[in-house]
């Protein structure tokens, strides 16, 4: 509402209030009435105008980000006006459903089931060689595998059955790539575990790792393939990018800097990007405009995590705009993975996390208080604003997993230094509960990849 037509309300309610005044029939009480909304339309009309206003507009009462190219509605103005981006509208790469099939379904939404066919795990641990001793539960000592037999099962449909040939006869002559942290690391290792089980001839298979674990290659040479991890945390150039001795307090990135790693990256036709924890290592976080070589000559600035988050990745898409072919390429981004280490979150006594935990979460509505609620907001907030012409298929693993705290590794995995007496004497003070057993929970990422590979 306008000024004048504040002023218009106020002097309409002054004639109402005349009229009546001159009936003498009128309590008392209604004259007050009358009093009071004439003091309030001139006080108030404004922003009573654009309360209501608000209130017409559409508005999520729940942080769904699960958007996935062309089957959004895309309205033509974002809530304060401005013009959002056309949302492309191609036929997705890969994609083996109907353009005009009508049924659709959120695969993310649903509930963990015990697999009563037992075709859960989807391989042996002992089976695959590649899984890094960080994430070998079973061979480290855990002595529970019940956290291996369940699988996901949406509300409204049944996810496919992950065919491994389907998959490298997809990927014949081409490259799939995971980019991020070690979370990605271990997707990554489970798409290679899923491969590897229906390549049984050890000369038709390669695993190559780069001096500095940067870098690494499975090769599946009958079908001229490779599956592939590249290590950037931050996605942009940051003082952590040594995958072997990153830093771990001060973390910085360096502002516009995508093409940094970018350049790696080109040429590949699937690519799965990862990153989140690292960002959230306190409220704010460090930007530096020149090289990171050069921190201290280079001037910093100081904004929120999720103002950083935001930067970097409205980066990506920008990188995806100028370096991806969208009719022959397709991207994802797997969203937050949720760790378990307060043990009052899901209702336990304080102190404890997920060490010792064999069951899982019950309660459809959990949230941890280790997840940001607020860095998802901002990946919806973007896809559905400035990113909407990317054709970018987002994997919303975070609540799904978010009921999975026996899934970590826990202590079972390798120690890179000795433990203390007082660790030993007390578990939880060195339990893992950020990365995940394999095989496990992150095999349940790659069937919902490969359902949104074959069926955006």
Known sequence: ?????????????????????????????????????????????????????????????????????????????????????QRWQGRLPFAVNEEDEDEECDVFSGSWVRDEEEAHPLYREEDCPYIQPQLTCQAQGRPDRGYQSWRWQPHDCTLPAFNATQMLETLRDKRMMFVGDSLNRGQFTSMVCLLNSVIPNPEAKSFHMSPD??????????????????????????????????????????????????????????????????????????????????????????????????????????????????????VFFTSMSPTHSKSQDWGDAPGGNCYNETAMIDDPEYWGTDSRRSVMRVIREILDGDGADVPLTFLNITQLSMYRKDAHTSIYKKQWNPLTPEQIADPRTYADCVHWCLPGLQDTWNELLYTKLFYP
């Open 1 to 85: 509402m306008t000024k004048a037509s504040s002023s218009s309300a106020g002097a309409a309610a002054v004639v109402a209030f005349s009229l009546v005044a001159r009936k003498a029939r009128y309590s008392p009480f209604l004259l007050l009435s009358l009093l009071f909304m004439l003091l309030f339309s001139f006080l108030y009309g404004e922003e009573l105008a654009a309360l209501v206003g608000q209130r017409g507009r559409p508005h999520s009462s729940h942080l769904d980000v699960s958007v996935d190219g062309e089957h959004q509605q895309q309205p033509a103005e974002t809530e304060d006006g401005l013009t959002k981006k």
């Open 213 to 330: 674990q940067q870098h690494t290659v499975f090769a599946a040479r009958d079908y001229n393939a490779t599956v592939e991890f590249y290590w950037a945390p931050f996605l942009l150039q940051s003082n952590a990018d040594d995958a072997v001795l990153h830093k771990i307090s001060d973390r910085t990135v360096r502002n516009g800097s995508i093409a940094h790693h970018g350049r790696h990256w080109e040429g590949v036709h699937v690519l799965v990007f990862n990153t989140y924890l690292w960002w959230c290592s306190g409220l704010r976080f460090r930007i530096m405009n020149g090289p990171i070589e050069e921190a201290r000559k280079n001037e910093t600035v100081w904004v929120s995590t999720e103002e950083a988050y935001g930067m970097a990745f409205r980066d990506l898409l920008q990188w995806v705009r100028d370096n991806m072919d969208y009719n022959s390429t397709r």
